[in-house]
């Protein structure tokens, strides 16, 4: 196996050790995880840090988000997209929400800036998704997606949803339906 293929069968075993034992996970067990032995650990990694910030970089990764979202049917009806971006949306969150969790206050993997890049990506796919069902979204498609975004996080987050736990259905009924009742 390449070094390459190596590095990405320990990052592929790495998660689940981060999400279940934080920052503490040994190198022990990831090698055991990885089906591998520990000194290869180190043939592919300079050090258990460098594992863990290569692992959450691979893992803030937008790309597998990306590729979900795409695979959403655009003629779909517009429940049906706005629950499957929903349940997307809510996974990742819920596994960054994890991960941070679990790794406490750390130096992020990466520079966070916004890259223009996927950005714009981002937002030719929700193009291409709601174009089908343009005249029936009220507000502009960008604050859609924003709403969306922004609850789906807000109801992956343990703090928020202490008292209620909100499920996909009515998260997506509230997202097309809001508070006000019909005709008013």
């Known amino acids: 196996m390449s070094v390459e293929d190596r590095r990405e069968s320990i990052l592929d075993a790495v998660v689940p050790l981060l999400l279940s034992h934080g920052a ?3 190198t022990k ?7 591998i032995a520990e000194g290869t650990i180190f043939r592919a990694f300079a050090d258990k840090d460098e594992l863990i910030q290569h692992a ?3 893992f803030m990764d937008p790309e597998p988000t990306f590729c979900a979202l795409e695979k959403i049917d655009p003629q779909l009806t517009l429940e049906a997209k706005v629950r499957a971006v929903v349940d997307i949306f809510r996974e990742r969150s819920a596994g960054i929400v994890g991960i941070v969790s679990a790794l406490g206050h750390r130096k992020p993997p990466h520079e966070h800036s916004r890259d223009p890049r996927a950005d714009a990506r981002a937002q030719a796919i929700f ?3 709601f174009a089908p069902d343009k005249d029936r979204i009220r ?3 960008s604050l859609a997606v924003f709403f ?6 807000g109801s992956s987050m343990p703090m928020f949803t202490t008292d209620r736990d909100v499920d996909t259905d009515e998260l997506v009924d509230f997202i097309l339906r809001g508070i006000a009742k019909e005709g008013r």
């Not at 067990?29 to 089906?35: E, L, P």
């Not at 969306?148 to 996080?153: Q, T």
């Open 24 to 26: 503490d996970v040994t």
């Open 29 to 35: 067990d990831i090698a055991d995880a990885a089906g």
């Open 56 to 58: 959450v970089a691979r």
């Open 127 to 129: 193009a291409a998704l």
């Open 139 to 141: 507000v502009d498609q």
């Open 148 to 153: 969306i975004k922004l609850l789906a996080f």
